[in-house]
């Protein structure tokens, strides 16, 4: 049935427009990242941008919130309304309730960069207070959130329907994932809500005289965490649910796909504290105990290595592929998409070893703050997820525009540079943090810089340089596809993996809502309600605003 | 629906799944290891501070090091833009120094290069860590958390002669 | 219904796979353990 299904133009022109926003937001924002990587190289370009651009914290903010939270909440809900959609094989129950939340997440955007390109919210991504952005860059984070939570609430009227429609059947894989998803990334997000809405925005307006920047911090790590896998669970519904098919054969297990995709529901938000090990308001004991949960959401991801793997196993023998690993070599290499993927997943193999070291409690003290951080998430979240993206959108783009993606062999290249860069980037990043080098500093600045620290910065730069040549390489192609006049047309069949066993199948306990739900709720608050209680009884409002930059 | 439901766990993945187990169980007896058994602790809450008087009253009005006995140290150690007060300290190798760091305006980081000391400071809050340093020699302390302009520059040094 | 579809997939073992992610695992022992091994090197903080 699923063949024969196609999105409306009107769907399509939806998706489309997510893509733009969101891909505009990228080739921004990775404007900034050669800067930063010269600047630690000892190349500071950041005099010549004057007065466009003030300084090296205005551009790592503009990095920041523009790659990483901007450019992965446009492309995930443009996404998933395809992967909802498309798997339940029926159009959105309340399209304008959809649109609603997208021209929302618009504004949002718009609100947000206002105050960001004038320098008046040059606060890091994270934006701790007490430093103390313009209130509209707050404003403009929380249209962003909610707009996304607009989108979310209109797939569940969407499933609900498909549900009254189709009693007893599987809720299809790449539907399932995509609500689950959703419904993770609405709980992670009280914690964000909380924190602006009840002290940064009324603080930033001046209703209230100051914000608990520990309190905040709580806040702010209990979606901080969840939002990693808010970025990962997409790339996730493409590797168990799509990728399989492009690399010619099935899901290895319905059955486990669907048991990690619950238990990243489950485990994915009460563990938020393993970003805060080295906090002094936060007990010991608590940090521990998130520490052993963070250990459990890892094993998913274990699952997810298997179920990956094997699929792929499957497909490269089915290919002709020999021996122990010969089946490697025998996958569609040639294919855009799924080298994109490939590679993505390759790299991740290193994002998990590094994130399995952040989450380890007392080794944490190591790298905590150090460049090893961002060498860490440039693997998961620039990597793992980015490279995902724009695999997708290899075939996504032509399906939504009709028009045969701009020469597939430089979009295979494109993805080999990023991979290329990224590995010497990333690997200078782990070393030099495991030195002592600091994150979040310009360090061509520093004067505490030993001499043993240069070779690596210097490998930052070059690796730096590779990676914008690979992420703009990626945008001229997708540009280049989109907007082409004359593009022969393309015929794109979206990639929905069969699984090995009928889905019917699979016990009916792994589709089912509401006792994972009551799980979710009950975990949170055995994790978090007695801190967040404490934290917030013992509230104190001491913190005036600074703004020091 | 009549389809025979089960849960169709490939004897491949279920080996797999145990060794994960084994394997995250291993870590964590590690981590426990280093943390109860050989002492090598994160902080823990501590003490609640005033970030907009801390700077005039109470023990960071005065930071520096404190000797309680010898070889045994406090050392109160005051954050603000863009630097650390006090700005070198210097104690004989073998001390035990107990870190007492504030912040009197936004947050900052401590981290003792070449140590396991690396906090977050955060105003209203007191960071708290002890460690023993048997290494004579210059051990820098920078800023690891993004706190303004010159960030970069906020740095310190400890003297272990 | 899926009577031979399991057939049809009795033959597949996933051997490849077990030898990717041991090689995965042994990486993760190897890394994770070396900065395990400069946390221990660089003394005690209570």
Known sequence: MLENYELSPGEKKFIGWHLVFGILALSIGSLFGPLQAF??????????????????????TLHGVLNALVFTTFFITGFLTLTVTYGLTRPLRYPKLNAVGFWMMVVGLVTTAVPLLMDEASVLYTFYPPMQAHWSFYLGLTLVVVGSWVEGWGFYYTYYAWRQENKGVRTPFISFSSLITMVMWQIATLGIAAEILTMLLPWSLGWIDGADPQLARTYFWFTGHPLVYFWLLPAYIS?????????????????????????????????????????????AGWKFLHAILTYSVFLPSMLTAFTVVASLEYAGRQRGGKGLLGWIRALPWDDPSVTAQLLAAILFVFGGIGGLTNASYNVNLVIHNTAWVPGHFHLTVASAVTMSFMGISYWLIPYLTGKKLWKPKWAVIQSWIWFVGMIIFSNAMHVVGLLGAPRRTPLGLAPYIPEEWNGHLLRVGIGGAIMFVGMYLYVFIVAKTAFAKHAEPATVEIPVAEAMHDPQETPDWLDRWVPWLIGTVALILVAYGPQLIDQIANISLTSPGFKVW | MTTKQSMHIDPYEKNWIRLSIGLLVMFAAAVAVAGFALGIQVPTSEQRVDPKTVAEVGPWANPGLRELSPGKYEAYVLAQTWQFMPREMTVPAGSEITFYITSKDVQHGFKLQDTNLNVQIVPGQVSKLTITIDEPGEYTYICTEYCGLAHAAMFGKLIVE | MAGHKDSEHEEFHPKGTIVVLLIFVLTLIILWGSVYVILLSRGVTV
């Not at chain 1, 600047?39 to 551009?59: R, T």
């Not at chain 1, 319905?254 to 007990?283: E, I, M, N």
């Open chain 1, 39 to 60: 600047e630690h190289a000892g190349l500071d370009l950041y005099p010549y941008l004057q007065p466009l651009f003030k300084s090296y914290y205005q551009g790592l």
């Open chain 1, 239 to 283: 590797w168990y649910g799509m990728l399989p098919k492009q690399a010619g054969g099935k899901l290895f297990s319905d059955s486990l796909a669907r048991l990690a995709f619950w238990l990243f529901l489950l485990l994915s938000v009460p563990l938020g504290f393993h970003h805060q090990f080295v906090d002094p308001g936060v007990p």
